[in-house]
């Protein structure tokens, strides 16, 4: 059979049954609400299962960040392991966040053999509390050469165990941290966690400042939702390019991609429905709080989003969330593409990191409050976000690069590589207000005093929105959408946790100092909000972001605008980053090296491999494709008009084969020397080939005899389901 034939027999099954590569799946959804969390080893099951005394050490140990008292852990590992068997379990694993941006585990089987050839399930302190996987293989960016060959994984007691299954069985799962011997953070959540011990440090001295004696913590919140494509399975088996690096490499527009604007929350496909409904009842039992889903923008495109919950947690959900798109798309036929851009012309995908700051006692720090005093501390609150933008956004577009993003970010669907802050009509006009140190026209001159009734009250919710923006306050919370669709969200939550946490640190001190020269609250704090504002007016932008006007305009108020990734690099262990993280203990000098080492290595890495795939496919496929239609049009061609489509054709297939040529030259030309010079060669020389050979190819598929064609379409990619 021919690869067409394939091609062809696939769209014809898909057109007959597009079910028939979906595995039936009926939730029992009878009870929905007492089946949330119970895969998890939750405070419910611990308080079953454990003696009172154990119970509440461990509710301590999870309430307030400590670390587990070593002689409860026997105990909680053998009422953890007795409920994992019960619930079908056969090995245990200690899952972490290495810096490869996905997950990692090594699973070990409860089961070990006794004397007298028996055996027992046995599940111990010690390998709940520690791992040693042998790790040597986890990108470490020179760590673990400098200090020590392996790591260990350490058990995170603020996320809590869980089952995980699949087709055949389960497994009982820890999540836990990645340190080398020396502490040096071998992952992505440890950083996180720092930075959230920071941010809380910093909040909490605001909170007292303002006179809160009750609550006791202080922790970001955060709310990921995710965007994502799902495309036939069948059809995506028969692309390479796909197959390798999650995105298309070729592919001509298609007559119809997302001009109509029908997909947009338009009805969900039944084989997606049948998806999606397993996806969420894995993902209840989980104890994760899927809560919306919909269609997006391009055709194939659809979003979950979840509820917020504590930073960790969400960022430990949302990796779940993604693992579980993966396994569950291809139970029903479908590959799920979670790339920033796996279609050229056609939107990317993108995960907008909803953030906000939250009290152990439920009150949110961005939320506009009811008296003037909240009101007053919210002020404050937002003003420290607006400067953090502001003096470090250079920092929070460094922590969403990578390859993947470069094709989103300044394309004119996500926002831009420039940071900026919208914050919707209503708080602009009093941040404004704020800055000129005026309330209204009538009271001109007079200024607002934060704290009493002339401060103009905030609208809650306000209903404006400005899709464009990379970072707008919807009411309640920021939300930062310039993060990648296939990124882990740590990244970006510690980042702005800790540029967060500098700013009320230095708020927080000028509000400290005014109060001990004796300066009235309310004109300490209006004074402070004010000039805050004033100083970062700058990064306020409520236009089109997507406007060339915007560069422009952004570039004469200094505003950085870092397009590549290539670009990027530098600032992760420049002066500036390696001087804030170490102030906040977030990265140490040495972990922001290895850092630096390891993003550049992974960008390198990636568009290496989509080159050598773009070669394959060019050389191997299209080319003699194309070839083949040219001796068959050679045979055909009698009047002048067809020769000269022969001649137009040959033409083609000349350029084609010298951009294959070109392309591969730049892979042998790859200048020695370190990571970020080979970065900026591979962004400046390579990716700029890689698309001169997809644009010649991409027209031949608009030429050629599509009986010959080798790999499935645009449109067929898109719209078979
Ligand atoms: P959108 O218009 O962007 O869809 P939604 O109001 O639906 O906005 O919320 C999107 C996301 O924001 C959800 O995941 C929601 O849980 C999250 N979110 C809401 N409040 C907060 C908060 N205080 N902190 C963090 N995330 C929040
Ligand atoms: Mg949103």
Redesign the pocket.
Known sequence: MSFNNVRRSTMVAIAADPNAAAVSFAAKTSDLQSLFGNHTFNEKVQKERLPEKVFESLQDTIQNSKQLDPSIADVVAKAMCAWALEHGATHFTHWFQPMTGSTAEKHDCFVVPTSGGQAIAKFIGSELVRGEPDASSFPSGGLRATFEARGYTAWDPSSPAFIFRHKNGATLVIPTMFVSWTGEALDMRTPLSRSIEALEKQSLRVLKLFGNKKSRHVYP?????QEYFLIDRRLAALRPDLTVTGRTLFGAKPPKGQELEDNYFGAIPERVIGFMTELEYELLLLGIPA??RHNEVAPAQFEI????ESANLAVDHQMLIMQLLRNIATRHGFVCLLHEKPFAGINGSGK?N???L?TDDGE?L?EPGDTPHENAQFLFVAAAVLRAVHQNGDLLRMSVCGAGNDHRLGANEAPPAIMSVYLGSALDEVFRKLAEGTTTAAKKQAPIEVGVSTLPPVKRHSEDRNRTSPFAF?G??F?FRAVGSSQNVSQSTTVLNTIVAESLDVLATELDEALKSKKDFNTAVHDIVSKAIKDNEAVLFNGNCYSEDWKKEAKKRGLPNLVTTAECLPLINGKKAVSLFEKYKVFSKVESDSRHEIYAENYVKTIHIEAETALEVAATLILPAVLKYKTNLTAAATTKLQKELLHELDSSIDTLIEKIGVLKKTLSDVPEGNAQKEAEYFCKTVVPAMTSLRGTADALESAVDDELWPLPTYTELLFAR
Request: hydrophobic residues 35%; charged residues 20%; without cysteine.
């Open positions: 919140t955060v709310g990921a939702e809560r919306t989003a979840p509820l917020f907008h909803n953030w906000s939250m949110n961005l919807t309640n919370k939300e």
